[in-house]
């Protein structure tokens, strides 16, 4: 069975840290590019991060640039996000996605991976961030 699962959550003041990790099973992360989107209650899901397929490449949306960091371990099949400075605005569940399509190969965009959709998604895991 082919997933991807989101552990790393939690509750943390403002100004914390969080590393959500991403871990697939059933299948190899070496070949896909990776974008972590988040969902806030009653918001549209946005994407936030992605890391293209060979590791090269990587974006952030506008507001957690600076903060956030994506990584990908080949070795243990999992990529990570971690989360600095954290704001009460990153409040949401965070999803992690695959897609295995060439045009990620050596570059990612997360307008690209929101319109097109992603092969793969995990099931979330929740970041709350409040004092």
């Known amino acids: 069975q082919l997933q991807l699962v989101e552990s790393g959550g939690g509750l943390v003041q403002p100004g914390g840290s969080l590393r959500l990790s991403c871990a697939a099973s059933g299948f190899t992360l070496d070949y896909y590019a990776i974008g972590w989107f988040r969902q806030a209650p009653g918001k549209a899901r946005e994407g936030v991060s992605c890391?293209?397929?060979?590791?090269?490449?990587?974006n952030y949306a506008d507001s957690v640039k600076g903060r956030f960091t994506i990584s990908r371990d080949n070795a243990r099949n999992t990529v990570y996000l971690q989360m600095n400075s954290l704001k009460p605005e990153d409040t949401a569940v965070y999803y992690c996605?695959?897609?295995?399509?060439?045009?990620?190969?050596?570059?990612?965009?997360?307008?690209?991976?929101?319109?097109?959709?992603?092969?793969?998604w995990g099931k979330g895991t929740l970041v709350t961030v409040s004092s």
């Open positions: 890391i293209s397929t060979n590791g090269g490449t990587t």
């Open positions: 996605a695959a897609e295995d399509a060439l045009r990620y190969l050596v570059t990612c965009s997360l307008a690209t991976m929101t319109s097109n959709g992603m092969d793969y």
